[in-house]
Each structure stands twice: as C-alpha cells, then as structure tokens.
C-alpha cells in the first residue's frame, strides 16, 4: 500500500470532452507529481507541486491543466484532448528535504484513452 | 540532455537463473532510486542508493552504485516468477525534476 490513491482507474473520453483527474496522498508529503507513461517511452514528468506551488512544468500543452488546492490534493484537468494523450496517468508524491533522495511513491495510476 | 539508459530493455529467463540489469549515464547523480512496476499499478520504491560503491541488498535482490555514482545495477540471485515486472532507475539531477530510465522488463517463467 502505497499511501497515494488516483481516481478514476479508468477514463474513456471524447476529444471534445472535459474531465478531471484527482489524486489524494497520506503520507504527509510535501511535493507531488504527474507523469505520462505511453507504451515504449520513459515516465515523462509533466507537473510538480512543492508547497502547492508549481515548482515545474515540463512544456506540457495547455490542454492540460493541473490545480494543487493543498499539499495532500492533485488535479489534472483535461480539455480538448487528442487521441496521442492516451496513456497511463501516474501521480507521487515525496517529501523534499535538502539534499534529499527525492524518493516518489507513487499512485495506481489512471489509464485514459481519448476517442 | 541528462539520460538514464538501461539495458537489457527485455528479458526473458527461467525460474531459479540469476540476472543483472543495468543503469547507466554521464550524470553524476547525489542518488539513484529503483522501483519496480507490474501491469496496471505505479512503480513501487526498491531502493535508493546514495554512496559511490554503495552495496545494498533486499532479499535476493542485490543494488550497487558505482563508484563514480553515474551508474547502477540490479542482480537478482533465483528469479521467482513474482519478480516478473518492469524494473525502472532513477535520480534527480537537480531540483525536483526527476528523470527514469525507459526500463528493463522481466518475464521469469515457471
């Protein structure tokens, strides 16, 4: 049990579709992430919340739009998606300390696909 | 371009073989995590190591970081059919950005 829970598991949505993805974690960290995974491609980190404030933003396209109302709260809000966005939706947290590990744990993940 | 490339990117090996997979780069990283990843889940956190010719071990699974901390591996003594799963590196570089290796993906057969 990792501690970082993500709704939904699964999404199918239209390209003309609005919806949202919600991570909770428990774990008391203090930074939390997104990352795309696509079939044969590295994680690709798209967003990072420290403090609830976006420390990164990995030139991710604006059709996707992420909201950290408190540390323990990640969204990624999708509009206008193409079918190229279908992927599997990792969210993690950690907890940053200097010179830290940085160590992610890590949510079950949302597998979307876009129609 | 800061990358972690790993190899084997396959795998396939009978119940009771040993492995090694490997994680290199031409970064100096402070750390390296790594994590394991089955169908349909996130990764799960193994280890981190933090010490050039760190030696860690997990059960039958044995981490080492190289001395010049730019690489790793992961030597598995008996693979059992649970080990099955992507085995993925990673480090920070700087900041919070963290960046993974694409992955070695281990098939152990009964």
């Known amino acids: 049990e990792t501690g970082v829970t993500q709704t939904p598991r699964h999404l199918v949505m239209g390209m003309t579709n609005k919806k949202s993805l919600k991570c909770e974690q428990h774990l008391g960290h203090n930074a939390m992430y997104w990352y795309k995974q696509s079939a044969k491609k590295p994680l690709e980190l798209m967003f990072v919340?420290?403090?609830?404030?976006?420390?990164e933003n990995n030139s991710v396209p604006s059709r996707f739009s992420p909201e950290c109302p408190n540390s323990s709260h990640l969204f990624l809000h999708l509009h206008t998606l193409q079918p190229e966005d279908s992927a599997l939706y990792l969210c993690?947290?950690?907890?940053?300390?200097?010179?830290?590990?940085?160590?992610?744990?890590f949510g079950p993940g949302t597998r979307l696909t876009v129609t | 371009t800061q990358l972690l490339e790993q190899s084997p990117q396959f795998l396939s090996i009978q119940e009771g073989e040993n492995l090694t997979v490997y994680c290199n780069s031409s970064s100096v990283f402070s750390s390296l995590q790594w994590y394991r990843q089955e169908p349909g889940e996130g990764p799960v956190l193994l280890v981190t190591?933090?010490?050039?010719?760190e030696v860690k071990k997990l059960k039958r699974l044995t981490f080492q970081f190289g001395d010049a901390r730019k690489d790793s591996s992961l030597h598995i003594t008996a693979a059992q059919p649970g080990d099955t799963g992507l085995y993925l590196c990673a480090g920070a570089p700087g900041g919070f950005k963290t960046i993974f290796g694409a992955g070695t993906r281990l098939f152990v057969k009964a």
């Open positions: 993690a947290s950690s907890q940053v300390t200097t010179g830290g590990s940085y160590e992610q744990y």
């Open positions: 190591v933090v010490t050039g010719g």
């Open positions: 919340y420290n403090f609830k404030e976006q420390t």
